[in-house]
C-alpha cells in the first residue's frame, strides 16, 4: 500500500505531501485547487506517460515521490532488486521528475531506472480507475481479464499450463512451416553442397599448403641463378678440383698449421689455436652441405615447377568459389558438411515436429475447453453478483450479462471472446457497455465489478477518480458503502466531491488553494472532527457553515460509522509554497 505521496510543481501543487495508509482516504477540495492532481502524481510514479506541460509555470521540473509499503519477499522486490534498486525492510521508495523539457526519469528504490520498470511495477501495486480506464473497460481484452480475475486461482492454475502447451505448440508449428515451406530450397542447396564439398574432397587440400607451393615455386623458378651462386660459394669455401690455398679450407688450415709448430713457446696462443681448429671444422660442414645443396639441384626443376605451378592453380581456383583463401575453403568444407547433415535430416525432424504438435494440439484443444468451461461457469456467477450491486448503486432494473463464445481459432488465453454487456432497464436488449451506460453508469459498473471481484482476487491498492461523476442521493451513499467494502481488502483512495462518498473514508484529504492560488504543504490538510464536518458541509451545500449543511454532514457521518480516528501518521508537512 501506499504509505504517503509527495508532490512538488505538478499542476497548480507547489509542495504537498499526502498521507495516505490503509483503508478509505477520500480526497477532496474546491474545483480547481488539484485534487485530480493526485491522480496524475500517482500515475507517474506508475509509469504513466509524461507531460512536460503538468509542470508548475515557472518551474524547471515536476517532481513526485512516493514511499509504499511490500512484501520484502514479493515479485515487486524482486523487480526492485533486478533493476539495481533496494528495499529499507518493507519500505519501497519511488521517484517520477518531469523536467518543463519534457525529459523523463525514474527513481526506483534509490538508483535512477528506466521508466518502464515503474510501468512494471504498476500492475502489482495500484490499480487506477479513471475516465480512460472506464474505456479501457470496454475493450474484448479488458473484459476477459476481468472474468479471469473474477474467476481465480482455478483458471489461473488452467491457464498457466495452457500458455507453456500453447508456446511450444505455436514454435514447432512455424518450425514445422518453415522446414516444409523451405523444403525444395534446401534440397538445392544440399545438391549443391554435395557437388561442392566432392569439388574440395578430390583436390584434398591441407592446411597451409599454398604457403609452401609458394615457397616452392619462388625457388624453381630461380634454380640456375641459386646453382651458380652455391657452386661459386662451393669453390669459395673447398675447392675440389684444384691445389690452389685460395679457398677458406686450405687458408684455415695453413693458419691452424703455423700456430700448431709455435704454441708451445707461448700459452697465451693456444685459445686462438682451438678457435682456428674449430672453424676448420666448421668451413668443412658448410662445404659439405653446399655440396649437398648443388646435389639436390641436379634434378629436372622445369618439371617440378610445373608440376608446382599446375597444383597452385588448382587450389586457386578453389579459393575463388569457396572462399577469400585456402584457410576460408576449408572452413567452407566444414561447415559445408554439418550442414548438410542437418538438411539431410529434415525427413527425420519433420516426423518428429509432426508428432509433438499432434500431442500439444490435443493438450491445449482440452485445456481451451476446461478453460472456456470455468469462464463459463465464472461468468454466470460474476453476472449475478455485480447485478445485485447495481440494484445497491440506484441501477434497480440494471442487469449485467456476460457472455463466453468459442471462436475456431486458439490464442494465447484460449478459444475464448468474453463480452460484457448491460441491460439497462426491464425489457432492453443487452447491450456492449460502450452504447448501454453512461459515464456515471459505466463507474458504477466499474465499482461494482471490483467490488465483487475483489473477493477472490484482491488488489493492494486502488485509486478511483471520478467514481461517482453523475451520481448523487441515494446512489452516492451506497458507492460510498461500497468502496468501503472494498478497503476491508485492499487500500482505497478515492477523488470524490461527493460527500455522501467522502463520509465513509477512514483518512479524508482536503486539498486547498492559499490566497496566491497556489496549493501547498500547508494547503493539504487531514480532517477530523469539525473540520472534517465543516468540509462535508461544504460539499453538500457549498457552505461550510450553513447550520442545515452541518447536520446533514454530522447526519452523514453517523451513518457512515467512521468518526474521528487517530493520526497514526503525523500531521501533514509544511514546506511552504512559490
Known amino acids: 500500500m501506499i504509505e504517503e505521496l509527495g508532490i512538488r510543481d505538478l499542476g497548480v501543487i507547489a509542495d504537498a505531501t499526502l498521507p495516505l495508509g490503509p483503508g478509505f482516504t477520500a480526497v477532496t477540495g474546491e474545483t480547481g485547487a488539484g485534487k485530480t492532481m493526485v491522480v496524475t502524481a500517482l500515475g507517474l510514479l506508475l509509469g504513466a506517460r509524461s507531460d512536460a506541460g503538468a509542470v508548475r509555470a515557472g518551474q524547471r521540473e515536476a517532481r513526485v515521490d512516493g514511499r509504499w509499503i511490500v512484501d520484502e519477499h514479493g515479485a515487486v522486490a524482486d523487480r526492485v532488486r533486478d533493476a539495481g534498486g533496494d528495499l529499507d525492510g518493507p519500505e519501497l521508495l519511488l521517484g517520477r521528475s518531469v523536467s518543463s523539457e519534457g ?35 470496454r475493450s474484448a481484452s479488458a473484459q476477459r481479464a476481468a472474468l479471469d ?57 591441407q592446411p597451409g599448403e599454398d604457403v609452401e607451393l609458394g615457397e616452392r615455386a619462388e625457388r624453381l623458378g630461380n634454380l640456375e641463378e641459386l646453382r651458380v651462386a652455391a657452386a661459386q660459394a662451393r669453390e669459395r669455401v673447398s675447392a675440389e678440383e684444384s691445389d690452389d690455398a685460395g679457398d677458406a679450407v686450405a687458408a684455415v688450415d695453413s693458419a691452424r698449421r703455423q700456430l700448431e709448430r709455435v704454441v708451445e713457446h707461448d700459452a697465451s696462443l693456444a685459445p686462438i689455436l682451438e678457435s682456428l681448429t674449430n672453424v676448420s671444422f666448421l668451413v668443412a660442414d658448410i662445404a659439405a652441405e653446399l ?29 575463388r568459389k569457396h572462399g577469400t583463401d585456402l584457410d576460408a575453403v576449408l572452413r567452407f568444407a566444414a561447415e559445408g558438411g ?82 460484457i454487456l448491460l441491460t439497462p432497464h426491464n425489457g432492453a436488449e443487452p447491450r456492449p457497455l460502450a452504447r448501454g451506460a453512461s459515464g456515471g453508469e459505466l463507474s458504477r459498473v466499474m465499482l461494482a465489478i471490483e467490488v465483487v471481484i475483489a473477493a477472490t482476487d484482491p488488489v493492494p491498492t486502488f485509486v478511483f477518480d471520478e467514481v461517482d461523476a453523475g451520481v448523487g442521493g441515494a446512489a452516492a451513499i451506497e458507492i460510498g458503502r461500497r468502496l468501503a467494502r472494498l478497503a476491508e481488502s485492499s487500500q482505497v483512495i478515492v477523488v470524490t466531491h461527493l460527500a455522501q462518498v ?17 496549493v501547498t504543504a500547508s494547503s493539504v490538510e487531514k ?13 453538500l451545500s457549498g457552505l461550510a457553515d450553513s447550520e442545515s449543511g452541518l447536520a446533514h454532514a454530522r447526519e452523514l457521518v453517523e451513518l457512515a460509522g467512521t468518526g474521528d480516528h487517530p493520526d497514526r501518521h503525523g500531521r501533514v508537512e509544511a514546506r511552504g509554497g512559490h
Do not use: C
Open 149 to 205: 480475475r473474477y474467476a481465480g486461482s482455478e483458471l489461473a492454475a488452467v491457464l498457466d499450463e495452457y500458455r507453456a502447451v500453447f508456446t511450444r505448440w505455436r514454435a514447432n508449428v512455424e518450425a514445422l512451416e518453415t522446414l516444409q515451406g523451405d523444403r525444395d530450397r534446401r534440397a538445392r542447396e544440399a545438391e549443391q553442397l554435395r557437388v561442392d564439398l566432392a569439388e574440395i574432397e578430390e583436390v584434398d587440400p
Open 103 to 137: 525529459r523523463s526519469r525514474a527513481v526506483v528504490g534509490g538508483r535512477a531506472a528506466p521508466v518502464g520498470v515503474l510501468g512494471d511495477l504498476a500492475d502489482e501495486l495500484v490499480v487506477v480507475h479513471g475516465q480512460s480506464d472506464q474505456i479501457r473497460l
Open 527 to 539: 480532517l477530523a472532527g469539525e473540520t472534517r464536518i465543516a468540509e462535508m458541509a461544504r460539499l
Open 291 to 319: 655440396s649437398s645443396y648443388l646435389a639436390g639441384l641436379d634434378a629436372d626443376g622445369a618439371r617440378e615447377l610445373e608440376v608446382v605451378q599446375e597444383r597452385r592453380a588448382t587450389l586457386a581456383g578453389l579459393v
Open 502 to 518: 467522502a463520509a465513509f473514508a477512514t483518512n479524508h484529504l482536503r486539498v486547498a488553494k492559499d490566497s496566491s492560488g497556489a
Open 338 to 419: 554439418i550442414r548438410l547433415l542437418d538438411i539431410d535430416e529434415d525427413d527425420e525432424r519433420i516426423a518428429a515436429l509432426t508428432e509433438a504438435i499432434a500431442a500439444d494440439s490435443a493438450a491445449v484443444d482440452e485445456l481451451a475447453a476446461r478453460m472456456s468451461g470455468i469462464r463459463t461457469d465464472a461468468a454466470g456467477r460474476l453476472a449475478a453478483a455485480v447485478t445485485e450491486e447495481l440494484a445497491a448503486l440506484a441501477m434497480p432494473d440494471a442487469r449485467l450479462v456476460v457472455y463466453v463464445e468459442q471462436r475456431d481459432e486458439l490464442s494465447a488465453s484460449g478459444r475464448d471472446v468474453v463480452a
